[in-house]
């Protein structure tokens, strides 16, 4: 064997950690005391107080005491005289001197005698590999360790020591080194490392401590699992296509090696593949015992189910399949991992990613769905069944999250992580109200290996709660899981993902008759390129959207395809001589080359079907498109659309003439302190602009012209000899000085403006009397693909609100509500049986096809 080389001199590792705040610090270099994982920082005991006081509102920090590093690790020249002032870790060990020294300390001592100097020196790293083949650490009675002069003691390397001792060893001697594993990582000295310090003196003494934390009474305890069990393996439960491998109860238990009086509880894992389920299970419930295989090749070491029984704890687990793994098919298997889901007591959700994928969020609001929906009940019913009793509440889901370069998930404002977690599935609408409990743990593991005491040990406490499910017999288990896979078998189909996502870039709009998709590009021009679902894609006939449209069978055998619609009447008739013809005949079908060439009561009786002169083609329904395509009953509106066109013109070319006969008379029977109409042109109070459309209203009281937002109020005016009746006033008037309107004089009587006044009612009465049964004939006479008046409160273009100001006008085409900006268009719309020009909106006039 080659000799170890001498060590060079290098610079020493200090164990002390000062302070890296320095706000109140008592002294220069102060030393740290705690370290707060929300400020990043080691900070002393002053400092931690005067940041973490309710002065800065930071006493929910996450806060932990920096534990003083382990005697051994430190450098023991205090046994031949010389202190260590700094505290250094040992990093030479001396095989003359038999202790370790940092390296000041080695050359002080070595260095004031000469026969010193021939001392040999070794690192400690190499020393400790060589003392673990001469060491084998004592089993216990109870056959705990168990560890071969072959197996490694722990793995060494020049600066950084991984330590691998069973837990309770580990936190009895080594979980400072840990600790200050973490410490060197922030402090100044960022050469630090973690020490190699296990001479002989040392391994004895963490043989013996091993020894004792394996005799403990505390480790048999259920808190803390910490036996190898030899003989527990485990064994396939279900493999990947569903199918039990076991044949009865019986052969469950003996594989299980349970006894069938036993209470257990069931704890399933599931996760993404390679995030280390398996590895977990080992390390929680058997020690590290590698009762679920583990592989450090590609391929997944779990496929299907595994089950195995920790029978110091009383509890089933089981090892899943992970997600995203190469799968024949992933829905077959996503099935599989929902009904073990459904079977547990408490589930884990295991995922070493640095931030929460989506994927967790989405598999297990799937899984709450899938319990609520139909595990629930069919659980409840194989209960019946068999006789065993089922809780009728769900699992505890606890989401196990390690990190290693992000911090995991915490609270915030005196807030849980659980309800941070809970806030999270909520905000991005995913249900897991089917769990009776929502938990969280999460642990950021900087140096391996991963401490598992604080999930084992919160894991537990969940297991001993009897009061959200309690202990059952392991035939529970068996029979509800092989009841929910006898229900929810058989084929499932395979989705293959295409290559290349064409959802990604076509048009998302689906047909209301037959949800076929249009394969036009996302966001196209609808006015100049509708929607098109293909020509190889057939829709289905729905009567109540009348996607059906004909064309004259004459026409078509000579190559041309002219459609046609029922209509009222021919394109040739008038308004009235067309309504006349439609009581007597019926509705026409007129094709543009043939002329009419059906009426549908032509004669008494022996009338022909349409079907002998027309061809039918069943057309696709596209939202914000034409719903009914065969046309419409018209008669009655355009009677009501040639009154108001007639109407609309003698009042349009006589407006301005009357209004200003009506106010030239107004003015000669208006009171004396009336101002004139000629000489009002805006709103007195408002300053609102009149126009030929908007009414001047004097105030019977000062006499000004309004509008009459601002002249809406009523009071008496006897002072200007209006009586005792309310009349009309400003909005000043009406809330003005009483003193000022009892020292107003009493003018001449009013009684000529009062009776311009009665007879202007008397017509106004008329005229409301006329215009309500107009109203109601126009919506009798209203088209069926008209959108109702009632229904309408704003123009379907523009989205102004409709109101005394803004009527109402419908799109021929479309039928929707628009105002008359928006519909200044006028085209023939012959698919909706209007062969000339008429009224459409802005969106129709675009169109290429009516």
Same mark, same amino acid.
């Given at each position: 064997?080659?000799?170890?080389?001498?060590?060079?001199?290098?610079?020493?590792?200090?164990?002390?950690?000062?302070?890296?705040?320095?706000?109140?610090c008592?002294?220069?270099?102060?030393?740290?005391?705690?370290?707060?994982?929300?400020?990043?920082?080691?900070?002393?005991?002053?400092?931690?107080?005067?940041?973490?006081?309710?002065?800065?509102?930071?006493?929910?920090? !996450?806060? #932990?005491i920096?534990?003083?590093?382990?005697?051994?690790?430190?450098?023991?020249?205090?046994?031949?005289?010389?202190?260590?002032?700094?505290?250094?870790?040992? !990093?030479?060990?001396?095989?003359?001197?038999?202790?370790?020294?940092?390296?000041?300390?080695?050359?002080?001592?070595?260095?004031?005698?000469?026969?010193?100097?021939?001392?040999?020196?070794?690192?400690?790293?190499?020393?400790?590999?060589?003392?673990?083949?001469?060491?084998?650490?004592?089993?216990?009675?109870?056959?705990?360790?168990?560890?071969?002069?072959?197996?490694?003691?722990?793995?060494?390397d020049?600066t950084?020591?991984?330590?691998?001792?069973?837990?309770?060893?580990q936190?009895?001697?080594?979980?400072?080194?840990?600790?200050?594993s973490?410490?060197?990582?922030?402090?100044?000295?960022?050469? %630090?490392?973690?020490?190699?310090?296990?001479?002989?003196?040392?391994?004895?003494?963490l043989?013996?401590?091993?020894?004792?934390?394996?005799l &403990?009474?505390?480790?048999?305890?259920?808190?803390?699992?910490?036996?190898?069990?030899?003989?527990v393996?485990?064994?396939? $439960?279900?493999?990947? +296509?569903?199918?039990?491998?076991?044949? !009865?109860?019986?052969?469950?238990?003996?594989?299980?090696?349970? %006894?069938?009086?036993?209470?257990?509880?069931?704890?399933?894992?599931?996760?993404?593949?390679? &995030?280390?389920?398996?590895?977990?299970?080992?390390?929680?419930?058997?020690?590290?015992q590698?009762?679920? @295989?583990?592989?450090?090749?590609?391929?997944?070491?779990?496929?299907?189910?595994?089950?195995?029984?920790?029978?110091?704890?009383? *509890?089933?687990? *089981?090892?899943?399949?992970?997600?995203?793994?190469?799968?024949?098919?992933?829905?077959?298997?996503?099935?599989?991992?929902?009904k073990?889901?459904?079977?547990?007591?408490?589930?884990?959700? #295991?995922?070493?990613a640095?931030?929460?994928?989506?994927?967790?969020?989405?598999?297990?609001?799937?899984?709450?769905? =899938?319990?609520?929906?139909?595990?629930?009940?069919? $659980?409840?019913?194989?209960s %019946?069944?068999?006789?065993?009793?089922?809780?009728?509440?769900?699992?505890?889901?606890?989401?196990?999250?390690?990190?290693?370069?992000?911090?995991?998930?915490?609270?915030?404002?005196?807030?849980?992580?659980?309800?941070?977690? #809970?806030?999270?599935?909520?905000?991005?609408?995913?249900?897991?109200?089917?769990?009776?409990? $929502?938990c969280?743990?999460?642990?950021?593991?900087?140096?391996?290996?991963?401490?598992f005491?604080?999930?084992?040990?919160?894991?537990?406490?969940?297991?001993?709660?009897?009061?959200?499910?309690?202990?059952?017999?392991?035939?529970?288990?068996?029979?509800?899981l092989? =009841?929910?896979?006898?229900?929810?078998?058989?084929e499932?189909?395979?989705?293959?993902?295409?290559?290349?996502?064409?959802?990604?870039?076509?048009c998302?709009?689906?047909?209301?008759?037959?949800?076929?998709?249009?394969?036009?590009?996302?966001?196209? !021009?609808?006015?100049?390129?509708?929607?098109?679902?293909?020509?190889?894609?057939?829709?289905?006939?729905?009567?109540? $959207?009348?996607? #059906?449209?004909?064309?004259?069978?004459?026409?078509?055998?000579?190559?041309?395809?002219n459609?046609?619609?029922?209509?009222?009447?021919?394109?040739? &008739?008038?308004? /009235?001589?067309?309504?006349?013809?439609?009581?007597w005949?019926?509705?026409?079908?007129?094709?543009?080359?043939?002329?009419?060439?059906?009426?549908?009561?032509?004669? /008494?009786?022996g009338?022909q079907?349409?079907?002998?002169?027309?061809?039918?083609?069943?057309?696709?329904?596209?939202?914000?498109?034409?719903?009914?395509?065969?046309?419409?009953?018209?008669a009655?509106?355009?009677?009501?659309?040639?009154?108001?066109?007639?109407?609309?013109?003698?009042?349009?070319?006589? =407006?301005?003439?009357?209004?200003v006969?009506?106010?030239?008379?107004?003015?000669?029977?208006?009171?004396?302190?009336?101002?004139?109409?000629?000489?009002?042109?805006?709103?007195?109070?408002?300053?609102?602009?009149? +126009?030929?459309?908007?009414?001047k209203?004097?105030?019977?009281?000062?006499?000004?012209?309004?509008?009459?937002?601002?002249?809406? @109020?009523?009071?008496?005016?006897?002072?200007?000899? /209006?009586?005792?009746?309310?009349?009309?006033?400003?909005?000043?008037?009406f809330?003005?000085?009483?003193?000022?309107?009892?020292?107003r004089?009493?003018?001449?009587p009013?009684?000529?403006?009062? *009776?311009?006044e009665?007879?202007?009612s008397?017509?106004?009465?008329?005229?409301s009397?006329l215009?309500?049964?107009l109203?109601?004939?126009?919506?009798?006479?209203?088209?069926?693909?008209?959108?109702?008046? &009632?229904?309408?409160?704003?123009?379907?273009?523009?989205?102004?609100?409709?109101?005394?100001?803004?009527?109402?006008?419908?799109?021929?085409?479309?039928?929707?509500?628009?105002?008359?900006?928006?519909?200044?268009?006028?085209?023939?719309?012959?698919?909706?049986? /209007?062969?000339?020009?008429?009224?459409v909106?802005?969106?129709?006039?675009?169109?290429?096809?009516?």
């Amino acid at each position: 064997m080659m000799r170890p080389q001498p060590v060079k001199r290098q610079r020493c590792r200090s164990s002390r950690r000062y302070c890296e705040e320095k706000l109140c610090c008592p002294e220069l270099h102060s030393e740290a005391v705690y370290y707060c994982q929300d400020c990043k920082s080691a900070q002393c005991q002053e400092c931690e107080k005067d940041i973490h006081s309710r002065k800065f509102a930071f006493d929910f920090h !996450d806060r #932990r005491i920096i534990e003083p590093p382990s005697p051994i690790q430190l450098c023991q020249a205090d046994k031949v005289g010389i202190k260590c002032t700094n505290r250094n870790y040992g !990093d030479v060990w001396c095989e003359n001197c038999s202790i370790s020294f940092c390296y000041d300390c080695y050359s002080e001592y070595h260095n004031t005698q000469k026969n010193r100097k021939l001392h040999t020196n070794i690192s400690l790293a190499h020393h400790e590999r060589r003392e673990r083949e001469k060491y084998v650490l004592p089993c216990s009675s109870q056959g705990v360790t168990n560890i071969k002069p072959t197996s490694p003691l722990s793995c060494f390397d020049d600066t950084l020591t991984y330590y691998s001792f069973p837990q309770a060893a580990q936190a009895a001697v080594l979980e400072p080194v840990g600790e200050m594993s973490f410490s060197s990582a922030h402090s100044d000295n960022s050469n %630090q490392s973690m020490p190699d310090l296990l001479g002989p003196d040392h391994v004895d003494q963490l043989a013996r401590d091993l020894s004792d934390a394996c005799l &403990d009474e505390d480790i048999n305890d259920e808190s803390s699992p910490r036996r190898l069990v030899p003989g527990v393996c485990s064994f396939l $439960l279900m493999n990947e +296509t569903e199918r039990i491998q076991v044949q !009865d109860e019986s052969e469950f238990f003996e594989r299980l090696g349970c %006894q069938k009086e036993a209470q257990v509880k069931v704890v399933s894992i599931f996760g993404n593949t390679g &995030d280390g389920k398996s590895h977990t299970l080992n390390h929680t419930f058997f020690n590290g015992q590698e009762v679920f @295989k583990t592989s450090s090749c590609q391929d997944s070491c779990t496929i299907g189910v595994w089950v195995a029984f920790d029978s110091q704890n009383n *509890v089933i687990v *089981v090892d899943t399949e992970g997600l995203l793994g190469s799968s024949d098919n992933d829905n077959r298997r996503t099935r599989l991992l929902l009904k073990v889901l459904a079977t547990s007591d408490v589930v884990v959700f #295991r995922t070493r990613a640095e931030r929460l994928h989506g994927d967790m969020f989405v598999f297990l609001s799937n899984a709450s769905k =899938a319990y609520k929906k139909h595990f629930s009940q069919e $659980l409840h019913a194989a209960s %019946q069944r068999f006789r065993i009793k089922e809780s009728n509440l769900g699992p505890i889901l606890i989401v196990f999250q390690e990190t290693t370069h992000t911090e995991p998930l915490r609270g915030e404002k005196n807030r849980r992580a659980d309800a941070v977690l #809970r806030d999270l599935f909520a905000k991005k609408n995913y249900p897991v109200d089917a769990f009776t409990d $929502l938990c969280y743990i999460g642990t950021k593991t900087v140096t391996p290996p991963t401490d598992f005491s604080i999930f084992r040990k919160f894991l537990l406490t969940k297991l001993r709660d009897n009061s959200v499910r309690a202990a059952r017999s392991p035939a529970v288990m068996f029979q509800s899981l092989k =009841a929910l896979n006898e229900k929810f078998s058989g084929e499932i189909e395979t989705i293959q993902l295409n290559t290349f996502p064409e959802k990604y870039f076509t048009c998302t709009a689906l047909c209301i008759s037959c949800r076929s998709k249009c394969t036009r590009t996302m966001n196209h !021009d609808t006015e100049r390129e509708p929607h098109d679902a293909g020509r190889d894609v057939q829709c289905q006939f729905h009567n109540q $959207l009348g996607n #059906r449209v004909s064309f004259c069978k004459k026409c078509a055998m000579n190559g041309r395809k002219n459609y046609v619609v029922p209509k009222t009447s021919a394109s040739a &008739d008038s308004s /009235w001589i067309a309504l006349t013809r439609y009581v007597w005949s019926g509705y026409v079908l007129e094709c543009t080359t043939c002329g009419v060439i059906y009426r549908s009561r032509e004669h /008494w009786f022996g009338n022909q079907e349409p079907e002998s002169v027309v061809q039918f083609e069943v057309r696709h329904v596209w939202p914000q498109g034409n719903r009914e395509l065969q046309g419409t009953h018209n008669a009655g509106r355009k009677v009501l659309d040639s009154l108001h066109y007639m109407a609309d013109t003698i009042g349009s070319l006589s =407006a301005g003439p009357t209004k200003v006969l009506a106010e030239w008379t107004a003015d000669r029977i208006a009171p004396a302190y009336w101002i004139p109409n000629f000489q009002i042109t805006h709103c007195r109070n408002c300053e609102l602009v009149f +126009t030929t459309n908007e009414q001047k209203h004097h105030c019977r009281a000062c006499g000004h012209g309004f509008c009459d937002e601002c002249s809406s @109020k009523k009071k008496p005016v006897p002072e200007r000899g /209006w009586g005792q009746d309310p009349v009309r006033v400003c909005d000043e008037c009406f809330a003005g000085n009483l003193a000022e309107q009892e020292t107003r004089p009493v003018e001449e009587p009013v009684t000529a403006r009062k *009776v311009g006044e009665v007879v202007s009612s008397t017509f106004g009465v008329l005229a409301s009397a006329l215009d309500y049964p107009l109203g109601v004939l126009k919506d009798s006479a209203r088209p069926a693909y008209w959108v109702p008046d &009632d229904q309408i409160s704003s123009c379907v273009i523009c989205e102004k609100e409709f109101g005394p100001k803004l009527a109402i006008h419908h799109c021929r085409s479309c039928g929707q509500g628009v105002c008359d900006e928006c519909s200044q268009g006028r085209r023939a719309v012959p698919m909706r049986g /209007w062969d000339y020009p008429v009224r459409v909106c802005s969106r129709c006039e675009k169109k290429e096809e009516l």
